[in-house]
């Protein structure tokens, strides 16, 4: 019943923005812990943000500082991930996925296992 669905990838040149889109439904956002994560063909998956429940708390991983941006529309069901300045290496299909975890630490809001839904994906293309 709970779905997440991803939207605002594409194309972009380098140096250009995007802003990520994930609606959530079959629950209540605000209940969880938001991430985004990425992968890229032929390797892992890989943290980029994540947000707490009430969006006071975010961390990134250190290629997203002073780039990318985390938000959350709780009352919308709704969490954002705007990317500013990309670069080829930002190609990758982007997920976004929340967990239900109590504490909000490294080794909770950076771990995909520590997840229960995710989005389809979407992909985000950065021409040099």
């Known amino acids: 019943q709970v779905q997440l669905v991803e939207s605002g990838g594409g194309l972009v040149q380098a140096g250009g923005s995007l802003r990520l889109s994930c609606v959530f439904s079959g629950g209540t956002l605000s209940t969880y812990i938001m991430g985004w994560f990425r992968q890229a063909p032929g390797k892992e998956r890989e943290f980029v943000a994540s947000?707490?429940?009430?969006?006071?708390?975010?961390y990134y991983t250190d290629s997203a500082k002073g780039r990318f941006t985390i938000s959350r529309d709780n009352p919308q069901n709704t969490a954002y991930l705007q990317m500013n300045s990309l670069n080829p290496e930002d190609t990758a299909v982007y997920y976004c996925?929340?967990?239900?975890?109590?504490?909000?630490?490294?080794?909770?809001?950076?771990?995909?296992?520590?997840?229960?839904?995710w989005g389809q994906g979407t992909q985000v293309t950065v021409s040099s």
């Open positions: 947000i707490s429940r009430n969006g006071d708390r975010t």
């Open positions: 996925a929340t967990s239900a975890e109590t504490d909000y630490t490294r080794s909770v809001y950076a771990r995909p296992d520590q997840y229960r839904h």
